[in-house]
């Protein structure tokens, strides 16, 4: 009911705003209205198909997996932090695994990776859910840490920042210096994240399992701090490519390896989880594209402007610093759009300079934030859910702080 309300109020805000602005003289605006509906409906399209083979791949691999054991072993390996969380879940059931994962290919900042165990995850979720069109608990749990999930290395914030930096003749310029302020940022939207729906399912955050994760977390954030902070840019770069790819291509040949060791019909058993991946990717075309130009209405009609210059005027009366806002538009679009997040991170790279404040605040923003909408729209797309519950306001309230907990970092770390 949720994103219905959300639905409704993008389109017509943003309508009534063009016909304001028609009565202004803007011409124009209608054009760029319904243009921008054209073409986010054809990105739309465009995004679900271009799962087709990702997901096949992985659904495919995930199959290999779940038949060699593979998926089981990991499963346990982090049952007592996710029994906690997730305590509807039976004991052994494959969508621990493919939770667990989804959460590591979003540590690694392996977008076309992460989605598709996601995918998989939701299905399986699907599967022990008593009412089909009614978003679970622990759906929401796992959507809403997904879309505040904590990513360890910004892989393609780092490499743009680095490409950037050598158009605009910067030398010995640092791309990963962001590294550790979005690491910080991210696993406070991640705690926010948690608490909101803990708070609402009534789970005990205060148990051993959970506090030794946190422990844990906090201990491999300092290691790769320590092992990477003191490469050269571009090594550090290098690394954090070969650390992604790797991880990646470790557990491909672990599936492979463990159903070949296991004696099973490697071959069959990925063609048998491949085919799946098309139904996946066709069916949440009708729920990406309802979102996206709900978004692109309120985005071309200038609504997300004028919120950004509300907010501006609002912390200059109040005394405060305002170098924050040019990158304050990345945060607000991120929880609607990735790819319009990022253009929105390269305007500010191209204008401010991609070594000013601004620019550093808009990568770690980029870095540290997720799509609340279009992991809700894609997500519960994928298995025909229709009442979302809480979920996206407990999204909304990880975002808000992470935003908030980008903003400060960035002032602690890069402040003039």
């Known amino acids: ?145 997904n879309t505040a999930g904590i990513t360890l290395i910004p892989t393609s914030v780092i490499a743009i920042r680095q490409t950037m930096a050598i158009e605009q003749g910067l030398t010995g310029f640092n791309a990963a210096d962001i590294f550790l302020p979005t690491l910080i940022g991210t696993f406070i939207s991640f705690t926010a994240g948690l608490v909101a729906v803990a708070l609402v399912q009534r789970i005990r955050l205060w148990s051993a399992p959970i506090l030794a994760f946190f422990g844990g977390f906090a201990a491999l954030m300092a290691l790769l701090y320590l092992g990477l902070s003191r490469l050269p840019p571009a090594q550090m770069s290098q690394t954090v490519g070969v650390i992604g790819a790797g991880v990646i291509l470790g557990v491909i040949f672990l599936f492979v390896a463990a159903g070949a060791w296991r004696r099973i019909n490697v071959y069959e058993a990925f063609v048998d989880g491949a085919k799946d991946g098309f139904g996946v990717a066709v069916q949440i075309i009708p729920y990406l594209v309802a979102i996206l130009v709900a978004i692109s209405v309120f985005r071309t009609t ?26 304050l ?55 025909n859910i229709r009442n979302t519950r809480y979920a996206l306001t407990c999204g909304l309230v990880a975002d808000a702080v992470g935003l908030v907990g980008a903003i400060l970092v960035g002032y602690a770390f890069f402040g003039r």
């Open 1 to 145: 009911m949720v994103l219905n309300i959300v639905w409704i109020g993008f389109m017509l805000i943003g309508l009534l705003v063009a016909v304001w602005k028609l009565m202004q003289g803007q011409t124009d605006i209608f054009t760029k209205v319904l243009t921008g509906l054209f073409d986010t409906a054809r990105t739309g399209v465009d995004i679900s198909l271009g799962l087709i083979g990702v997901m096949s791949l992985w659904l495919g691999l995930m199959k290999i997996g779940e038949q060699a054991g593979v998926i089981q072993l990991f499963a346990r390996a982090f049952a007592p932090f996710f029994r906690q969380l997730f305590p509807a879940i039976p004991p052994g059931h494959p969508a621990g695994g493919s939770i667990v994962m989804n959460f590591s290919a979003n540590m690694l900042g392996l977008d076309n990776a992460a989605t598709p165990l996601g995918l998989k995850a939701m299905r399986e979720l699907q599967e022990i859910n008593p009412r089909k069109d009614v978003a679970s608990d622990p759906m929401i749990m796992f959507l809403v840490l």
């Open 329 to 383: 538009p990345v945060g607000l679009m991120k929880t609607l759009s990735g790819s319009g997040a990022r253009g929105l991170m390269v305007d500010v790279m191209k204008t401010h300079g991609v070594d000013s404040f601004p620019g550093q605040l808009a990568a770690i923003i980029q870095g540290s934030t997720e799509t609340t909408f279009y992991v809700l729209a894609v997500y519960f797309g994928s298995v």
């Open 302 to 327: 200038g609504c997300m402007d004028a919120i950004v210059g509300l907010i501006a005027a609002g912390a200059a009366a109040l005394g405060l610093d305002t170098s924050f806002v040019p990158a």
